[in-house]
């Protein structure tokens, strides 16, 4: 099994930034997909931010240019560099990594961190 532990988060104002971290443990290899998503208050759950076991990343239009995933796999750890936040960045964040077994997906989830950015 996997276990996912996030730190970082917090409250910054707008403009400001925040990094966020997740280290996880168990049955991790490189081509396991880790990401962040996000949960605002009456929204969807989204995915943030993505980076594959190759160098591909993927960002949803709306944090493009202002957020960073990196992924050290040596360490299993996989950061996310908040900059220029926005008040519309505020949710809680969720570290997240995708396992593909018999052609069943299956996630895992970090406790969740929460990102307050105040106006």
């Known amino acids: 099994q996997v276990q996912l532990v996030e730190s970082g988060g917090g409250l910054v104002q707008a403009g400001g930034s925040l990094r966020l971290s997740c280290a996880a443990s168990g049955s991790v290899f490189s081509y396991n997909p880790m990401g962040w998503y996000r949960q605002a208050p009456g929204k969807q759950r989204e995915l943030v931010a993505q980076y594959t076991g190759g160098s591909s990343t993927y960002y949803v239009d709306s944090v493009k240019g202002r957020f960073t995933i990196s992924r050290d796999n040596a360490k299993n750890i996989v950061d996310l560099q908040m900059n220029s936040l926005k008040p519309e960045d505020t949710a809680v964040y969720y570290c997240?990594?995708?396992?593909?077994?018999?052609?069943?997906?299956?996630?895992?989830w970090g406790q969740g961190t929460q990102v307050t950015v105040s106006s």
């Open positions: 997240n990594l995708v396992q593909v077994r018999f052609g069943r997906r299956s996630d895992y």
